[in-house]
């Protein structure tokens, strides 16, 4: 603040220093063509630039230079005994009266208007940090009500999971094969409810809480996740290959596992039928941050449906996997808590590229 302060006076004394050293030239001036010359003034229109400044510089209280003028051309032209009519003198000192007038007005409400500008800009920075506050509130609220909905359905399902395994277990070689059937149908209905539960837990807990920041390899970390799905890759015949030289990142390891764990099973879900899944994790750089990108052959979108698939309970495309649509949004919750951000190319029957931000390991 003190900085600020003493840059301003310096600024003023710099000013007046340049305004006094133009009055000085404009005195030497008259001087030199009353007395020395005999004559009036040739170059008046020198004196329009000290009204000028100082009205542009000071507004009203600029005017005192015009003032200041008009007195010294009238006094040295009576004094001095020159044979022009004074009047002369008080058209040109009036001029500059009114020159200082106008420029002092304008500099005035340049300065309101500024004012204004500030005032306006402040109150909508208010109303922006108290709308951000309010929605940032809200969020947490709805998070919080999703978890405590979440987990209270979780509870009676846990319960009815667990009589229908004792049915089963109790009673299988008194059923017939239709009321086996109805128990089987019981049973697969209670897991994907089980899986689109913990689905919406992961969706309401994913960004709760800050990022744990670390530095860590994303290449390594997506060849462990491919791993867990080894498997499912070897019975799709699907090929995965992992670009060479990905810089480490500075990342949440759990998140940024939950974000390829979440791409890698989007790219196997909406494969192409007549053809194998190719998959690649690639990489560029991008200012302070590293962009990864997941490629893959599949089904792939349109382009103006692209920002749909990462909003909640979205699906685009048919599947026969059962689900919320809350894997894209999750992986946009999980990056953004890092402060990266995602986004897809894709065109259908192309295949779909997403693309994410990390911050690089070094930043």
Same mark, same amino acid.
Not at 16 to 32: E, N, R
Not at 227 to 254: F, S
Not at 317 to 326: A, D, Q
């Given at each position: 603040?003190?900085?600020?302060?003493?840059?301003?006076?310096?600024?003023?004394? +710099?000013?007046?220093?340049?305004? %006094?050293?133009?009055?000085?030239?404009?005195?030497?001036? @008259?001087? /030199? $063509?009353? #007395? !020395? *010359?005999?004559?009036?003034?040739?170059?008046?229109?020198?004196?329009? +630039?000290?009204?000028?400044?100082? %009205?542009?510089?000071?507004?009203?209280?600029?005017?005192? @230079?015009? /003032? $200041?003028? #008009? !007195? *010294?051309?009238?006094?040295?032209?009576?004094?001095?005994?020159?044979?022009?009519?004074m009047w002369v003198e008080v058209a040109r000192g009036l001029s500059f009266l009114l020159v200082g007038c106008v420029v002092a007005y304008?500099?005035?409400?340049?300065?309101?208007?500024?004012?204004?500008?500030?005032?306006?800009?402040?109150?909508?920075?208010?109303?922006?940090?108290?709308?951000?506050?309010?929605?940032?509130?809200?969020?947490?609220?709805?998070?919080?009500?999703?978890?405590?909905?979440?987990?209270?359905?979780?509870?009676?399902?846990?319960?009815?999971?667990?009589?229908?395994?004792?049915?089963?277990?109790?009673?299988?070689?008194?059923?017939?094969?239709?009321?086996?059937?109805?128990?089987?149908?019981?049973?697969?209905?209670?897991?994907?409810?089980?899986?689109?539960?913990?689905?919406?837990?992961?969706?309401?807990?994913?960004?709760?809480?800050?990022?744990?920041?670390?530095?860590?390899?994303?290449?390594?970390?997506?060849?462990?996740?491919?791993?867990?799905?080894?498997?499912?890759?070897?019975?799709?015949?699907?090929?995965?290959?992992?670009?060479d030289g990905i810089p480490p990142v500075k990342a949440d390891p759990v998140r940024l596992q939950q974000v390829f764990s979440n791409l890698?099973?989007?790219?196997?879900?909406?494969?192409?039928?007549?053809?194998?899944?190719?998959?690649?994790?690639?990489?560029?750089?991008?200012?302070?941050?590293?962009?990864?990108?997941?490629?893959?052959?599949?089904?792939?979108?349109?382009?103006?449906?692209?920002?749909?698939?990462?909003?909640?309970?979205?699906?685009?495309?048919?599947?026969?996997?059962?689900?919320?649509?809350?894997?894209?949004?999750?992986?946009?919750?999980?990056?953004?808590?890092?402060?990266?951000?995602?986004?897809?190319?894709?065109?259908?029957?192309?295949?779909?590229?997403?693309?994410?931000?990390?911050?690089?390991?070094g930043a």
């Amino acid at each position: 603040m003190s900085e600020m302060h003493g840059g301003e006076r310096r600024l003023s004394w +710099l000013r007046f220093g340049a305004l %006094a050293a133009v009055l000085a030239a404009s005195l030497a001036l @008259v001087i /030199v $063509f009353h #007395f !020395g *010359l005999g004559k009036d003034v040739v170059f008046s229109h020198f004196f329009y +630039l000290p009204v000028v400044l100082a %009205a542009l510089w000071w507004d009203w209280r600029g005017i005192a @230079v015009p /003032v $200041f003028l #008009f !007195g *010294l051309l009238v006094l040295t032209h009576a004094l001095s005994g020159l044979q022009v009519s004074m009047w002369v003198e008080v058209a040109r000192g009036l001029s500059f009266l009114l020159v200082g007038c106008v420029v002092a007005y304008l500099s005035r409400r340049r300065g309101q208007l500024y004012e204004e500008l500030e005032d306006h800009y402040r109150g909508l920075e208010r109303v922006i940090e108290e709308r951000t506050a309010e929605l940032r509130e809200k969020n947490r609220e709805l998070e919080a009500y999703a978890q405590t909905v979440s987990h209270d359905l979780n509870a009676p399902l846990v319960v009815i999971s667990g009589f229908l395994e004792l049915l089963k277990d109790r009673a299988a070689d008194k059923l017939g094969e239709e009321e086996k059937e109805y128990l089987e149908r019981m049973e697969k209905a209670t897991e994907r409810m089980g899986r689109l539960i913990s689905s919406l837990l992961v969706y309401a807990r994913a960004g709760a809480e800050p990022a744990s920041l670390e530095v860590v390899d994303p290449g390594e970390v997506f060849r462990e996740v491919a791993m867990e799905r080894a498997l499912d890759l070897e019975n799709l015949q699907a090929e995965v290959r992992v670009e060479d030289g990905i810089p480490p990142v500075k990342a949440d390891p759990v998140r940024l596992q939950q974000v390829f764990s979440n791409l890698l099973d989007n790219a196997l879900k909406y494969r192409r039928p007549d053809a194998p899944p190719r998959i690649r994790l690639g990489w560029r750089p991008e200012g302070k941050m590293v962009c990864l990108y997941l490629g893959d052959n599949g089904m792939g979108i349109e382009p103006e449906r692209a920002g749909e698939i990462f909003m909640p309970f979205r699906r685009l495309l048919s599947c026969e996997e059962p689900g919320l649509g809350l894997g894209l949004p999750i992986v946009k919750k999980a990056v953004e808590s890092w402060g990266g951000s995602i986004w897809v190319e894709s065109e259908p029957g192309k295949g779909a590229v997403f693309f994410f931000t990390v911050p690089a390991g070094g930043a």
